[in-house]
């Protein structure tokens, strides 16, 4: 990492949708900009493999996954320097970078930080989620993205939310089976969507949603409103257990589950810099506190797309892009007047982009069930800590999260929380009768990923580089 700048004025960490607009717009101005990102190469989980994929013909992906090589291609003539297959795990409130490539680790200092970390899946512990074949739909794309590779024998697609039923329609486009989707959407969130739909049939989703879906449910066999799932096998996955609302229970054949309830903002990296964070009612989930440009409550630390609360690709897109005019504004490339002008078309946009988002966030909203799982499921998986033991320790007096580290080591494990973290919020909020804006979240610290000590030893010896960034 010798060819690095000693320090950048601006430096984004995420190469997906909202990391390549705003490094793109920031390194076009002049403003030494540097793109860290952990995959090898640009388009984050979206537009993941938009380069490389061997997925070749186009219509199997869709149009949406294409726009992403709009975005890559004038990031590489924007000037910015990119730095792929390189792990950040650490992020300063003095905007030092602790991060990892090529078996080495380094501090690379920077004036302004965009996170652009986005989203990850929702967890969803059913019983039996830890056997070998049950996998997230995310996974499963990224399989499809990157290798061309789906599932064979008996596919079982279970959950909610729009990337289940996208996964479907990819998976058919190339040609793969699939046995049946059980649809875990409950049927009281189309009571509490309805009211939003007006806006909803004003946006871009509501055509080609509706088609999309036309075509999955013509093709394949979906049963609604499924109320409990259980994966069962013997060292892996053989069939699922459902019930229905009407309390029917039923029993179907699975060599491959793929499970999805949604997406969640991906805030490990904030949590730990010292982000101020909030509790999203709506989305079920704990988001970063941004204004209007995704500053957070650290100074020169911004955070944009859906690391800031999930709005979809293309309004990640425009708010990397209002970010980066913020930082330049911060930099002193421009003045307030001249930022405010030039965010105009892109809060245009964004408003565009975000139209239809509460209709979606209140439908996919997952049943209490699956958030808050019965005693018997794995809630964390690195250290196989189940929901029960859980809630024995709120039995005991534990009250929050951070306390279940000392009893359970739940958020421990190289997770670092990302697999258990809004399950054991839930589970502990749902024993003690309270919200989970009381309960809180994990305090996290670096460093956020799994690092050896090869790479700390390879850090700087100069005790005042080791300290802002060492864990402890």
Excluded at 156 to 161: E, I, P, R, S
Excluded at 260 to 286: F, K, M, S, Y
Aim: charged share 20%.
């Amino acid at each position: 990492m010798t060819d690095l700048k000693n320090r950048y004025d601006l430096a984004v960490i995420g190469a997906g949708p909202a990391g390549l607009a705003a490094a793109t717009l920031a390194a076009k101005r002049g403003v030494s900009t540097v793109l860290l990102d952990e995959q090898a190469a640009p388009g984050g989980q979206i537009y993941r493999a938009v380069t490389q994929t061997p997925v070749r013909n186009p219509s199997v992906l869709g149009t949406d996954y294409w726009h992403g090589a709009d975005l890559v291609g004038p990031f590489r003539d924007s000037g910015a320097e990119y730095l792929p297959s390189s792990t950040v795990w650490s992020v300063s409130r003095s905007l030092e970078i602790g991060l990892s490539r090529e078996g080495a680790a380094r501090i690379l200092p920077a004036r302004h930080i965009i996170l652009a970390t986005g989203a990850l899946e929702r967890p969803f512990p059913i019983p039996g989620w830890t056997l070998p074949g049950v996998m997230g739909a995310g996974a499963a794309q990224i399989l499809l993205k990157t290798s061309g590779l789906v599932a064979s024998g008996n596919v079982v697609l279970a959950g909610t939310g729009p990337l289940l039923w996208l996964l479907a329609w990819q998976y058919l486009r190339a040609g793969a089976r699939i046995d049946t989707i059980l649809d875990t959407t409950p049927r009281e969130n189309w009571r509490q969507a309805m009211p939003h739909m007006t806006t909803f049939l004003r946006s871009g989703y509501i055509g080609k949603g509706l088609k999309l879906l036309l075509e999955v449910r013509r093709k394949v066999k979906v049963i609604d409103n499924v109320t409990s799932l259980r994966a069962e096998g013997d060292g892996r996955v053989q069939s699922v257990l459902f019930r229905r609302g009407d309390g029917a229970e039923q029993r179907i054949p699975a060599d491959t589950l793929l499970l999805h309830q949604g997406v969640i903002p991906n805030i490990n990296l904030a949590n730990a810099t010292g982000c101020a964070q909030a509790w999203d009612e709506t989305q079920r989930c704990w988001v970063p506190t941004v204004d209007a440009w995704g500053a957070t409550s650290v100074e020169g630390v911004s955070i944009a797309g859906d690391g800031a609360g999930i709005g979809g690709a293309l309004a990640a897109e425009h708010r990397g892009r209002l970010a980066a005019l913020d930082a330049l504004h911060r930099l002193g490339r421009m003045d307030r007047a001249q930022r405010d002008r030039e965010a105009a078309p892109h809060r245009e946009a964004l408003e565009k982009a975000e139209r239809g988002r509460v209709f979606l966030d209140t439908l996919y909203r997952p049943g209490k069930d699956f958030r808050v799982p019965q005693d018997d499921t794995i809630v964390c998986r690195c250290e196989e800590v189940t929901a029960g033991q859980v809630r024995d320790a709120v039995k005991l007096g534990v009250s929050g999260p951070n306390q279940t580290k000392s009893f359970l080591r739940c958020g421990m494990g190289p997770c670092q929380g990302r697999l258990c973290g809004p399950t054991v919020v839930e589970v502990i909020a749902d024993a003690r009768g309270v919200s989970p804006a009381e309960v809180g979240y994990y305090r996290l610290r670096p460093p956020v990923k799994p690092i050896t000590l090869a790479e700390l030893a390879s850090l700087p010896k100069r005790e005042d580089e080791i300290a802002a960034v060492a864990p402890h």
